[in-house]
C-alpha cells in the first residue's frame, strides 16, 4: 500500500526556519522524483520545490534561496528545509510523488499525493 506522509509543520515567527520531512513507503524512492507544493487559504495550490530521482532540484521563484530540497533514499525520505520564513509561506504543504517533476499549475498529473502539513509564519 503506497503512503505519503508529511511532517514537521507548525508555527514560526517570521526570520525562522523550519524542517518538513516526507516519508513514503509502498514504491521505491529511489526511482521517483518528488515534490512540494502548498496551499494558503483561498489560494490555487502552488508548486514550491522539486526533487528528481537523479537529485535535480527546482525551486519557485518566491522560495529560491530560502528553501532546501533534498532526499535520503535509504530512509525513504526527502526534506525540504525552510529557512528565513515569510508571512506569505503560511499554507498547507503537500508532498507528492511520480515519475517526473511538475513545477507548474497545481501539480495535477502528480500520482501520489500526502494530507498536508500546516506551516504558520506569525510574530
Known amino acids: 500500500q503506497v503512503q505519503v506522509v508529511e511532517s514537521g509543520g507548525g508555527l514560526v515567527q517570521p526570520g525562522g526556519s523550519l524542517r518538513l520531512s516526507c516519508v513514503v513507503s509502498?514504491?521505491?524512492?529511489?526511482?521517483?522524483?518528488i515534490g512540494w507544493f502548498r496551499q494558503a487559504t483561498g489560494k490555487e495550490r502552488e508548486p514550491v520545490s522539486c526533487?528528481?530521482?537523479?537529485?535535480?532540484?527546482y525551486y519557485s521563484d518566491s522560495v529560491k534561496g530560502r528553501f532546501t530540497i533534498s532526499r535520503d533514499n535509504a530512509k525513504s525520505t526527502v526534506y525540504l528545509q525552510m529557512n528565513s520564513l515569510k508571512l506569505e509561506d503560511t499554507a498547507v504543504y503537500y508532498c507528492?510523488?511520480?515519475?517526473?517533476?511538475?513545477?507548474?499549475?497545481?501539480?495535477?498529473?502528480?500520482?501520489?499525493w500526502g494530507k498536508g502539513t500546516l506551516v504558520t509564519v506569525s510574530s
Open positions: 507528492a510523488a511520480d515519475a517526473n517533476c511538475i513545477m507548474y499549475g497545481s501539480g495535477y498529473g502528480m500520482h501520489y
Open positions: 526533487i528528481t530521482d537523479d537529485v535535480s532540484t
Open positions: 509502498g514504491f521505491r524512492l529511489g526511482q521517483h522524483a
